[in-house]
């Protein structure tokens, strides 16, 4: 299981769509699918807090029945329901399933401006809530602390989430545990070499003067820079018998 997360307005959905698209073997269980099936069948008029609880209702039934199916499945969380996460990790422990965090690092100006794009902006109230819950989400991400329950958790910017194009699930060999705790972000461009400069001319020595042939300077190299990949954060917290693992990701 694939738990998506981050700020209203980041993103979540267009990823979701993108990485799972419908007819794939992997459910994809997003809120936001809910709720455009019920504004079709309501009329116009009704404002959408009306009939919320149902959208949720039907949301969480539909994520119960995929996880009963025993499918991979990929879905949406807002953050702020941690019971939600809890659900899904003792689930999770029941099925012999893992359960991994995928979290949207995304500037709240940004979230905002994608809230404007779609149409639809969350209450002041309700945004400052998400801010606290992804903020300690994404604090564990980057000193690599694992959420309760999960066995990896992944921490994309919004470039690396636009790149993003598939979520695949693989069996992993018997035995073989994980725990994984990454920053992803674009690779930086190396820095410009810097213009070569003209040698400065020799000196003058007089006639008068014996000559002495000078011995050949040495020249100051300065050590390389220290190429610290694609990963931020890498440490990850170690459970006994689990070894952690950071780095970036094949792809």
């Known amino acids: 299981m694939v738990v998506v997360s981050g700020l209203p307005g980041g993103g979540k959905s267009t990823l979701m769509r993108s990485a799972v698209p419908g007819g794939s073997d992997v459910v994809r269980i997003d809120s936001q699918d809910a ?7 309501m009329p116009r008029w009704l404002p959408y807090g009306v009939y919320r609880p149902l959208v949720r209702l039907a949301h969480y039934a539909r994520l119960r029945a995929a996880l009963g199916s025993g ?7 807002c953050g702020t329901q941690s019971w939600v996460r809890r659900w899904l990790a003792r689930d999770a422990v029941r099925r012999g399933r893992s359960l991994h965090l995928l ?16 149409g639809r902006r969350v209450s002041g109230y309700a945004f400052r809530r998400h801010l606290r819950a992804v903020g300690r989400l994404r604090t564990a991400a980057v000193t690599g602390r694992l959420p309760a329950g999960c066995v990896s958790s992944v921490l994309l910017d919004r470039s690396a989430a636009q790149a993003l194009r598939a979520v695949r699930f693989e069996s992993l060999p018997a035995g073989v545990p994980m725990a994984v705790s990454a920053h992803l972000r674009p690779v930086p461009a190396p820095a410009a070499a810097p213009p070569p400069t003209a040698a400065p001319p020799a000196p003058v020595v007089p006639a008068a003067v014996p000559s002495a042939r000078a011995g050949p300077r040495a020249a100051v190299v300065p050590p390389p820079g220290r190429d610290d990949g ?8 170690r459970a006994q018998g689990v070894t952690g693992i950071s780095g970036p990701l094949p792809g």
């Open 35 to 41: 709720r455009e099936r019920w504004e079709r069948r």
């Open 71 to 77: 499918a991979a499945v990929v879905v949406h969380d």
């Open 103 to 118: 979290l949207l690092d995304v500037a709240p100006e940004d979230a905002l401006a994608g809230q404007t794009a779609r």
């Open 230 to 237: 694609t990963t931020d954060g890498s440490s990850c917290g």
